[in-house]
């Protein structure tokens, strides 16, 4: 069966340091992949979406860029955190249409 | 240009009664539209779809229904229990080589006994 496994669970940072969520996928191949944002009180923000190794396109400008290593790791990073890049960050895979499976999060409070 | 929106951010609801969560979208292209079910701290769960074909899915306690004339969707759920009590997000989905799933605010749904 497909998992996704998504970590770290919870994250505190200082404004200005670096940050690096990843994200890997289980028991699929070639999955298209998506990170996520839910900012206090709104919806679920698209970030940036990857349908292959390399390929990643992003969704609104921002102070985030994402990797893809490999077929199943998607990586969300920024080298200088904002205190506006508080939220919880979601990653998310999905193959043809069965809609999105999504992992269980990360809680990022930037400080 | 928000392309789906949940305009009510809460709804309070009595055990035992319907549920009527609402969505409105501007896209006349989307294929499919889902709710998702989310609770604090975790990843939204899927609970149901419907085709831009059909107009009613039913599973269980829940049934979407879609009015593409108004671009409207709800989601029924009857009889509302209190573990029911959750952020749900309708989303509607482009098909094409990412499958791009577009999501509403969100509304959250107090079912008290």
């Known amino acids: 069966s497909q998992t996704i496994h998504q970590w770290p669970a919870t994250l505190v940072q200082p404004v200005g340091s670096p940050l690096s969520l990843e994200c890997t996928v289980e028991?699929?191949?070639?999955?298209?992949l998506y990170w996520y944002r839910q900012a206090a009180g709104r919806g679920l923000q698209l970030l940036f979406y990857?349908?292959?190794?390399?390929?990643i396109s992003s969704e609104v400008p921002q102070n985030l860029s994402a990797s893809r290593p490999q077929d199943r790791q998607f990586i969300l990073s920024s080298k200088k955190l904002l205190l506006s890049d508080s939220g919880f960050y979601l990653c998310?895979?999905?193959?043809?249409?069965?809609?999105?499976?999504f992992g269980s999060g990360t809680r990022l409070t930037v400080v | 240009d928000q392309q789906v929106k949940q305009n009510s951010p809460s709804l309070s609801v009595q055990e035992g009664r319907i549920s009527i969560l609402n969505c409105d979208y501007t896209n006349s292209m989307f294929d499919y539209f889902l709710w998702y079910k989310k609770y604090p701290a975790e990843g939204p769960t899927f609970l149901i779809s419907?085709?831009?074909?059909?107009d009613k899915n039913e599973d269980g306690r829940f049934t979407v229904f879609l009015n593409k004339s108004a671009k409207h969707l709800s989601l029924h759920i009857v009889p509302s229990q209190p573990g029911d009590s959750a952020v749900y997000f309708c989303a509607a989905l482009l098909s094409g080589g990412y499958n791009k799933l577009i999501f509403g605010a969100g509304t959250r749904l107090a079912v008290h006994p």
């Open positions: 419907i085709s831009s074909i059909k």
């Open positions: 998310a895979w999905s193959i043809g249409f069965n809609g999105y499976t």
């Open positions: 990857s349908v292959g190794i390399g390929q």
């Open positions: 028991g699929t191949s070639n999955p298209n």
